[in-house]
């Protein structure tokens, strides 16, 4: 059953919502018949006020989102919070960032210390080995907690993700309509995190869809910029090297274009996942799948301002779509 509402409360009334807010909040001038009238409606539907919504006053000592992300130094991960704060600033909220460095009992200590300071929301970039069951009191209660980029584990719970799985097959799709059938993978094996898994499956769907088998010869670790490097000089020195390259990150896409250019191998396409500062100065130019963050942080800040304006529905699951963005090098044909 649906939990009323302060906007069910002003309609039982016959008052906005404004002045439910005022009477509930002591805030204003309002009629003692109407007060009385008010309070009788809040009895009668068994309204409880949301004690995080009442501190998004502007200027309340505690109206603020906990934002957790793994990483301060990825430019991800910024134009994320970034998305959210455009979209919060209005309701006079301020973003408070902490990372976890992707430790799960950072994550969970940053996540304790945001509680204490009782934030009206919380938004989470899981860590690789989180558990967020210790979190289903703040859920029920009605704090609006959101998991950004990657889902929850152990809590059901709002989430948005980017299209991953799909931005991945068309990537690597690409390489294939340009005639390649040895196509390297660089990224994180076995992957751990949702995202890095889903980015592994949709290179294998692709392959699957156009008949090509999988060699596992063709994939390496290589989730930094020095390992992704690494990476791809492995795959350049096998007997029968692959002809592309598909990068499962911006990391290990900046790896892969520096090994390409210490080896002077202009005849290896590449496409990478996420775009980069500056990929269309690159020679070639990087072709990317790339994801939309600020539409990811938007759309996670959208759902935490539904929450606190009374919205009690089941938990959401959000998907950004990805867009792949042709520059040249994905486009490199077959040697020979």
Do not use: W
């Not at 009238?37 to 309340?60: D, E, F, I, T, W």
């Not at 670790?221 to 692959?242: C, F, I, K, N, S």
């Amino acid at each position: 059953m649906r939990r009323p509402t302060m906007t069910d409360v002003a309609r039982e009334v016959g008052v906005t919502a404004k002045t439910v807010s005022r009477v509930l909040n002591d805030e204003g001038p309002v009629a003692e018949e109407t007060r009385e009238r008010v309070m009788a409606a809040v009895r009668k539907l068994g309204y409880q006020p949301n004690l995080m919504a009442r501190n998004m006053r502007v200027g309340a000592r505690d109206a603020a989102i906990g934002l957790v992300i793994p990483e301060m130094g990825n430019p991800f991960f910024g134009t994320v919070a970034g998305g959210i704060e455009s979209t919060v600033r209005a309701r006079g909220l301020t973003v408070i960032i902490g990372s976890s460095s992707e430790t799960a009992d950072l994550e969970q200590s940053l996540i304790a210390t945001f509680l204490a300071r009782r934030v009206s929301a919380l938004l989470v970039v899981p860590s690789a080995a989180s558990d967020h069951r210790h979190l289903r009191t703040e859920r029920v209660a009605g704090l609006p907690i959101v998991f950004l980029d990657r889902p929850a584990v152990g809590l059901t719970a709002d989430c948005v993700v980017s299209a991953n799985r799909e931005g991945a097959r068309t990537g690597v799709a690409h390489l294939i309509a340009h005639g390649h059938r040895r196509i390297g993978f660089i990224g994180d094996v076995p992957p751990t995190l949702y995202t890095r898994r889903e980015r592994f499956q949709g290179y294998r769907d692709a392959l699957e869809g156009a008949g090509l088998s999988f060699d596992r010869c063709l994939v390496e670790t290589g989730h930094d910029m020095e390992a992704a490097a690494a990476a791809t000089m492995r795959l350049l020195m096998l007997a029968d090297p692959p002809t592309a390259v598909f990068a499962a990150n911006n990391f290990a896409s900046m790896g892969a274009v520096m090994a390409l250019s210490r080896a002077r191998r202009r005849d290896v396409a590449l496409v990478g996942f996420d775009d980069l500062p500056l990929a269309e100065c690159l020679d070639p130019p990087l072709t990317v799948v790339a994801q939309d963050p600020a539409g990811i942080g938007a759309a996670a800040a959208e759902l935490v301002l539904a929450r606190l304006n009374g919205d009690r529905s089941k938990a959401r699951r959000f998907l950004v779509p990805t867009r792949l963005i042709v520059r040249g090098s994905g486009e490199i044909p077959v040697p020979g």
